[in-house]
């Protein structure tokens, strides 16, 4: 599968976006789906994913309350709805697939199978 990640810009602190990550190749709804993102210097880091269904979410305690992941499988489409936006969310925001099969939710970025380009969120104090 290939993923491409859309939505970023310069907004200001306490302001949202709408991050869109668009799935080719192959049928979405095979994959677990995650967020994550890299700040400049920092390690790659989780941010949030839903299950094959749409059923669950799971989110990294920085984001929780203010960010909300869906997926929209007839459309191949993965949403990260961001909103009271920080400026310590400024970073590459990365989306990715997980094809693995088995509970438990995925936090580690070398679990996940297919990556996208990224798009770069820049929130402003």
């Known amino acids: 599968v290939q993923l491409q990640a859309s939505g970023g810009g310069l907004v200001q602190a306490g302001g949202s976006l709408r991050l869109t990550c668009v799935a080719s190749?192959?049928?979405?709804?095979?994959?677990?789906m995650g967020w994550f993102r890299q700040a400049p210097g920092k390690e790659r880091e989780f941010v949030a994913a839903?299950?094959?269904?749409?059923?669950?979410?799971h989110y990294a305690d920085s984001v929780r309350g203010r960010f909300a992941i869906s997926r929209d499988d007839a459309k191949n489409k993965v949403y990260l709805q961001q909103n009271s936006l920080k400026p310590e969310d400024t970073a590459v925001y990365y989306c990715?697939?997980?094809?693995?099969?088995?509970?438990?939710?995925?936090?580690?970025?070398?679990?996940?199978?297919?990556w996208g380009q990224g798009t770069l969120v820049t929130v402003s104090s």
């Open positions: 990715a697939a997980d094809q693995g099969i088995g509970s438990g939710w995925r936090v580690g970025a070398d679990e996940y199978d297919f």
């Open positions: 190749g192959r049928a979405l709804n095979l994959y677990n």
């Open positions: 839903i299950s094959r269904r749409g059923s669950s979410t």
